[in-house]
């Protein structure tokens, strides 16, 4: 070995061992592509979470360059400094009374919002139930935590309460800090649209003292009486033992994420989570857009039903086409694929006839089944329904 490599390191770079990963993944039908669309794209989109039709909305848009103009592209700080302006205090008090939470805070992310519920919340001495078809976000919440995780079948209340009735008693901390226990789960999972049994998942947290933290990104808008959430929609808003977590990049279609919960809650989070303290705050284009959607939502509530009718209709239409279909909760609707190879070219071959997809691979699917992912939108119409169908049957690899 020189001595340029003594000082230096291998030849080929402290980064040399990235060949050998993108190898492993190229072979494994793994790897991934950004894709960039214009803006004028011409495929009709299953593949975004626009459940309700709202990011080009007129007065959507309108609200978003009008806050824009005011308050200038940036929110300019963190939100405990320069971050916070009328926007985002409207937005915090409007989601909360719309879905029935005592208070709500506004952050840059759903990602950083769960991160900060999550970590904020609990700490060493707390036992986290998790479910196994969780969020990655929620996972990496309970890891940052330090808390005890188990990991529980998916939607499995049973499960859960055996978690809860095997915690040791040396793990309930003297302070109450991070409280005894917290079930962790989405409330409409991502990846097969299927809802949490909400009620049982409650029953079993209050049969042992503890918490229940729902991550509602892809229920918030359409699950509920004129969208109000899965948490309105199962008795749970309100509570106080319960804390809900939400995105509005789908269904409100603007950018950011939301915590909402008891009073007591929002403060400490304000005081004590770090993807708060110390992120910049949502831009005020984002904050404006989502509290438009917000207001044009509850003008024109019956959006949230037809979203689900739309997804229902998916899910009759493919099954009857002999496809392996989910059968959703809200508007996510998974179709089955043999391999992660035979997704992607199921995905290619349904956007060369002008339809956009998702398509999840491993590591993205909890089960290890690759799929397409289709997105209900309430503004579709019954022939683009049917078109998009057709256009899936026709492309489906061989059974």
Request: charged share 20%; hydrophobic share 45%.
């Amino acid at each position: 070995m020189d001595s340029t490599s003594q000082q230096h390191g291998p030849a080929d770079g402290p980064f040399g061992w990235l060949t050998a990963q993108d190898r492993v993944r190229r072979a494994a039908g793994l790897r991934r592509e950004l894709r960039p669309r214009a803006a004028d794209s011409p495929l009709l989109d299953l593949a975004g979470n626009d459940y309700l039709g709202l990011t080009r909305h007129p007065e959507v848009v309108r609200a978003g360059a009008d806050a824009c103009l005011r308050w200038g592209a940036g929110s300019t700080g963190s939100r405990l400094v320069t971050g916070s302006t009328a926007l985002h205090a409207e937005l915090e008090a409007e989601i909360a009374a719309f879905t029935g939470f005592e208070a709500a805070l506004v952050f840059a992310s759903g990602y950083a919002a769960n991160l900060a519920a999550i970590t904020a919340l609990t700490g060493p001495g707390t036992l986290l139930v998790s479910d196994a078809a969780n969020h990655a976000s929620l996972i990496d919440g309970c890891r940052l935590s330090k808390a005890r995780t188990e990991v529980v079948r998916h939607a499995d209340p049973e499960a859960v309460r055996k978690a809860l009735g095997g915690r040791d008693s040396g793990e309930r901390p003297a302070d109450g800090a991070g409280g005894n226990a917290f079930v962790v789960s989405d409330a409409v999972f991502s990846v097969d649209g299927d809802a949490a049994p909400l009620p049982e998942l409650a029953a079993a947290c209050r049969a042992y003292g503890a918490a229940l933290l729902l991550d509602d990104a892809h229920g918030l808008g359409v699950m509920g009486d004129g969208g109000r959430g899965s948490a309105h929609a199962a008795g749970l808003a309100g509570a106080p033992d319960v804390v809900c977590t939400a995105t509005l990049s789908k269904s409100f279609g603007a950018q950011g994420g939301v915590v909402l919960g008891p009073a007591a809650v929002i403060e400490h989070l304000v005081n004590a989570a770090r993807t708060f303290i110390f992120d910049t705050g949502l831009a005020p284009a984002a904050a404006g857009a989502a509290l438009a959607a917000l207001r044009l939502l509850r003008r024109e509530p019956d959006r949230a039903a037809r979203a689900r009718q739309v997804a229902r209709d998916f899910h009759r239409l493919l099954t009857g086409h002999g496809l392996d279909t989910t059968a959703p909760d809200a508007c996510v609707v998974s179709v089955r694929a043999p391999s992660p190879d035979d997704a992607l070219a199921w995905a290619a071959r349904c956007r060369e006839e002008g339809l956009a997809v998702g398509c999840f691979r491993p590591p993205s699917v909890p089960d290890g089944v690759s799929r397409l992912r289709l997105t209900a939108r309430c503004d579709l119409t019954g022939p683009q329904v049917r078109r998009a169908v057709d256009v899936i049957a026709r492309a489906a690899p061989p059974r």
